[in-house]
Nanobody, 112 residues
Framework: QVQLVESGGGLVQPGGSLRLSCAAS?????MGWYRQAPGKQRELVAS???????NYGESVKGRFTISRDNAKNTMTLQMNSLKPEDTAVYYC?????????WGQGTQVTVSS
């Protein structure tokens, strides 16, 4: 059974930084973060392939950086210059061809 462990959410002031981490129980082709704010659809934040190719949502480009350690099956999202509109539940997502898994989610709140 696949296990995902997310960590790093919390409360931060606007302009601050947070780091989210996700550890998987195996190696997956694509690892990524999605987020869902109240009343909104879940959206892609960032993703990274096992080869290091990255993809970012438009609203986070230049502020967030995704990375992964293939040897440890871990992924990190460094979030800088956070804005109140970044407030959401952030979900780790891992996928191989034809199969995908979601983490339980971690709350990120950006507020003064």
């Amino acid at each position: 059974q696949v296990q995902l462990v997310e960590s790093g959410g919390g409360l931060v002031q606007p302009g601050g930084s947070l780091r989210l981490s996700c550890a998987a129980s195996g190696r997956f082709l694509v690892m990524g973060w999605y987020r869902q704010a109240p009343g909104k659809q879940r959206e892609l934040v960032a993703s990274i392939t096992s080869g290091g190719d990255t993809n970012y949502g438009e609203s986070v480009k230049g502020r967030f950086t995704i990375s992964r350690d293939n040897a440890k099956n871990t992924m990190t999202l460094q979030m800088n210059s956070l804005k109140p509109e970044d407030t959401a539940v952030y979900y780790c997502r891992i996928t191989n061809i034809g199969v995908g898994y979601w983490g339980q989610g971690t709350q990120v709140t950006v507020s003064s």
